[in-house]
């Protein structure tokens, strides 16, 4: 990890761990595989869209983009909410969260960090996507 | 409908899902934030703030349309949230519970639990209503309060004070008139109802008619093969049954007399007349109906053909 300390005057001084900066090239890798597996994902038929999104990055493609706000609140809010029920019933972290509507459905889960959602229609594969974005 | 309608059998109906399948730690049914029916493990707290976390991310759903489930996967277990029939139904179940069990049960039981107390409630709470109606003499502390209330009446018809107890506004008054009418009438009611229901229950109790006629088995429909009955010394209007049918007739009846059988045809109409046994020895037993032919017109119906007889129980 990467810690910027920020001095008052007009110097940024960078402390560069090393150990950090190798689970930071671990993470990055990561991002990078779940984003290939992303954009396969997203080319199948029903998927309307994904976010992914770690502490450093995201990358988000969405069918609607003027919509990209409020899909981008809903999964934010659908992974703390679920953390919070999970809490609540002393179940741990929560692993993956699928949530169904009338019309379309999403399916979101936290992988090493890396929070994702996957939009879809309501007759898409959610098992079959679950199964190739899981490490 | 009334929740609480539903509260008693859906509770029993998760109490059971839990002891089917121990792996569901927790579950709980919700409608419109409102906590409707939870199983003895659920705490209020487990509940209520489920219901919270939920409201907060349908608040937000919209691009899905109404959420109809939630399946939320821990590291130690999972939460699944149902609509069915306008209903939450949450499930926590641990890790090693059977995902496909689990579901069989619950969204086979708990629709069916809220349509049966759809069904069979709205008559049981028109019955509770019209009872009470009938016999609940209202509020205790009416009756307790009305002889002050007479006097406030009273005291204000006949003078003004200012007595701070007395200062009441025109609308109170009213009120307490057209209260006043009501307990009279109430009190009228009551009394006209009182000497059945509270005076007499002995003779209100066992109502005679109900005493003096046992109730009787439904009439015996036997089918039959009409045959042509003619002879000068022949009745018109009366028809010759077996006499192992009427047998069967007084044992069934005892004491009551059978004068008549009604007879249907396979077209639908039915005649009522007197009957016989048959004489003959050899048309015994064969299941056939000896019928004089102005009975045969009025039934439209002929020999060889089919009708139903049945004794009339006078």
Known sequence: MVKKKQSQENATAITVDE????????????????????????????????IIRNTTSATIDLKEPEKLVEYAIFSSQLLDSSQEISDQFELGDVTNVLIEGKQNKALCMNIEGNKISIFMEKDA?????LKQISP | ?????????????????????????????????????????????????TIRAFDAITERADALGDVENITIQSAKGKVNIANMNDFYVTTVSSKEADEKYVNTLTRILIPI??????????????????????????????YADEATEETYAKDDTTEETADETEETNETDE??????????????????????ETYEEPEQAEPEPEYDDEPLLPEPPVTQLIVENLGGLLVPSDTVRVDQDIIKQWNELYGDN???????????????????????KSKDSGKGIIKMPEKIQLTLETQQGELVTVKPVIE
């Open chain 2, 257 to 279: 007399k059978i004068k008549e059988v009604e007879v249907e045809a396979l077209n639908g109409k039915t005649t009522r007349c007197k009957f016989k046994n048959i004489k």
């Open chain 2, 113 to 142: 639990v809220i349509k049966l107390s759809e069904k069979i409630q709205p008559a049981s709470t028109d019955n509770e209503t019209e009872t009470l109606d009938q016999t609940e003499p209202g509020p205790e502390e009416d």
């Open chain 1, 125 to 129: 594969d959610d098992t079959d996507i």
């Open chain 2, 1 to 49: 409908m009334s929740n609480e309608v539903y509260a008693f059998a859906l509770k029993s109906t998760l109490d059971e899902i839990q002891n089917a399948c121990p792996d569901v730690t927790s579950n709980f049914v919700f409608k419109d934030g409102k906590i409707i029916a939870k199983n003895k493990t659920t705490t209020e707290e487990d509940a209520t703030q």
């Open chain 1, 19 to 50: 150990d950090e900066l190798s689970a930071n090239s671990e993470e990055n890798e990561t991002y990078k595989d779940l984003t290939d597996k992303l954009a396969n994902i997203r080319k199948e038929p029903g998927v309307i869209g994904y």
């Open chain 2, 174 to 195: 009213a009120e307490d008139q057209s209260n006043q009418t009501y307990y009279e009438e109430k009190e009228e009611e009551t009394a006209s109802i009182e000497p």
